[in-house]
Nanobody
Framework: QVQLVESGGGLVQAGGSLRLSCAAS????????MGWYRQAPGEQRDFVAR???????FYADSVKGRFTISRDNAKNTVYLQMNSLKPEDTAVYYC??????????WGQGTQVTVSS
């Protein structure tokens, strides 16, 4: 089993910043990548960013230049620094990771609300 616990969400004004954290425990495959996704009300869950075990990063076009994903392998924690936030960034943000069998796990999500 893998447990993923997100934190750091909240309410912020447009142009502000938030830093999300995702702490992983259990049989997480630390050699695999971890990622962030988000889901707005009535919408599908969309990819936001991903980081490989080696530190390579990938971003959705909508967040490039504003969001930064990073990880602390020793702590099994992945972060998402979100700057220049926009109202359209409002969503529940989910962390994802996998176990050694390749099964994908999700955290419970953390709400990010950006007011205009």
């Amino acid at each position: 089993q893998v447990q993923l616990v997100e934190s750091g969400g909240g309410l912020v004004q447009a142009g502000g910043s938030l830093r999300l954290s995702c702490a992983a425990s259990g049989r997480i495959d630390s050699s695999d990548g971890m990622g962030w996704y988000r889901q707005a009300p009535g919408e599908q869950r969309d990819f936001v960013a991903r980081i490989s075990s080696g530190g390579s990063t990938f971003y959705a076009d909508s967040v490039k230049g504003r969001f930064t994903i990073s990880r602390d392998n020793a702590k099994n924690t992945v972060y998402l620094q979100m700057n220049s936030l926009k109202p359209e960034d409002t969503a529940v943000y989910y962390c994802s990771g996998s176990d050694y069998l390749g099964r994908l796990y999700w955290g419970q999500g953390t709400q990010v609300t950006v007011s205009s």
